[in-house]
């Protein structure tokens, strides 16, 4: 089961021309991920079942020791620096289980010191092409 929460999702005249697939089952699965409704679950196979919130991280309604894995992607903090700052760090380590992790393509110090600070394992990993380093955190 697959929460995801965005708060400005891209027109389908954006995403029908973005390149992001190349086989046929992408290209089926990618359309069905667009066009599946929002507020909803919504089964995409029979081991993928998604939800898309459309709100922003700030309003969101998050149960609290609910969540496996966060993959966090928001813009970067440079960009988008209240994404990062640490009240939202918070909202989302409390909504994540015990033994849950956090990953994200930021590695900043901050992030790093936020993290720990919040009580999570915090580790450096090597990043995706043209990324030197990634961080994944564990809530103990
Ligand atoms: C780096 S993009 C990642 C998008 C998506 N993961 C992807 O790979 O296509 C960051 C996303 O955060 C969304 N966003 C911006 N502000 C937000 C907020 N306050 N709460 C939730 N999502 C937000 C943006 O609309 C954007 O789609």
Not at 10 to 31: G, H, Q
Not at 70 to 89: G, V
Request: charged share 25%; aromatic share 12%.
């Amino acid at each position: 089961m697959y929460y995801a929460l965005e708060a400005f999702p891209v027109s389908e005249e954006i995403w029908k021309s973005l390149n992001y697939t190349a086989t046929d089952s992408e290209v089926s699965k990618f359309r069905q991920m667009h066009n599946a409704p929002w507020q909803q679950w919504q089964p995409m196979d029979d081991s993928f079942t998604l939800f898309k919130e459309e709100t922003t991280l700030q309003v969101a309604a998050l149960p609290p020791n609910h969540f496996d894995l966060i993959y966090f992607d928001a813009f970067a903090p440079n960009k988008q620096p209240e994404m990062w700052e640490l009240p939202m760090l918070e909202k989302i380590v409390s909504a994540m289980k015990a033994q849950a992790v956090f990953v994200t393509y930021c590695a900043k110090g901050q992030l790093k010191r936020d993290l720990k600070s919040l009580g999570l394992v915090v580790e450096s990993l090597p990043g995706p092409p043209g990324k030197r380093e990634m961080v994944r955190a564990i809530k103990i």
